[in-house]
């Protein structure tokens, strides 16, 4: 099993629809020496909210991020080893998927999630698992050595990752300058959204 070095606290959407920014709250808390609440994250990148729906648009994502000083990299057509890869390097991921496992969720909406963790196991379903931090899902207690409050198969997260919309969408979260934290290890991937 692999996971971040620290747990993040799982941010709470309540009945709002802020899961993008709870996404980027608790991504951002990981670095943060002062955590910020999503009411923080929502006022900065309001200009990226769907009006009337109050859903975040993937250019959100970034900007609220680099409002504190972090790296996003990412964007359309991840991997699952690009995920792992991200984890491995003690870099949260926010992905964006179709949330086929919250009850009472519209078959169209989507919703953004962190990773946190995972697990590569041919004897799990699909040959793994992956742990989230969901500000949707209740709120749980970590289970045994099990990080985040949400555990997908790799099967099926495959299936919720490929959106209508969002076609593999992810955004790996690094620091950025002292003041957010530890430099940590090098952000990997192809491109960086952060400037």
């Known amino acids: 099993m692999s996971r971040l070095t620290k747990p993040i606290p799982v941010v709470h959407q ?6 993008g920014p709870c996404s980027v709250a608790m991504a ?12 923080d994250v929502a006022y900065d990148i309001r200009m990226w909210r769907v009006p009337g729906l109050k859903a975040t648009m993937t250019p959100g994502i970034a900007q609220g991020l680099r409002k504190r000083g972090l790296i996003a990299k990412g964007g359309w057509f991840g991997r699952l080893s690009t995920l792992k890869a ?3 390097a003690d ?3 926010i992905v964006l998927i179709r949330p086929t496992d919250l009850v009472g969720v519209h ?3 989507l919703h953004y999630r962190v990773v946190v963790g995972y697990n590569d196991s041919p004897t799990l379903p699909g040959g793994g698992e992956l ?9 749980v207690e970590e289970e045994g050595d099990r990080p985040g409050n949400v555990v997908v198969s790799f099967a099926r997260f495959r299936r919720q990752w490929l959106t209508w919309t969002s076609v593999n969408w992810h955004m790996a979260v ?15 991937g192809p491109r960086s959204l952060d400037g």
Do not use: Q, T, W
Not at 28 to 39: D, G, Q, T, W
Not at 175 to 180: L, N
């Open 86 to 88: 991200h984890v491995d």
């Open 107 to 109: 078959f169209l909406a």
């Open 91 to 93: 870099h949260p991921v």
């Open 131 to 139: 742990y989230f931090n969901c500000s949707a899902a209740l709120p």
């Open 28 to 39: 951002s808390n990981f670095y943060l020496r002062e955590p910020i609440s999503r009411h």
């Open 14 to 19: 309540g009945r709002s629809n802020d899961c």
């Open 174 to 188: 690094c620091a950025g300058s002292p003041g957010a934290g530890s430099p940590g290890k090098e952000c990997l």
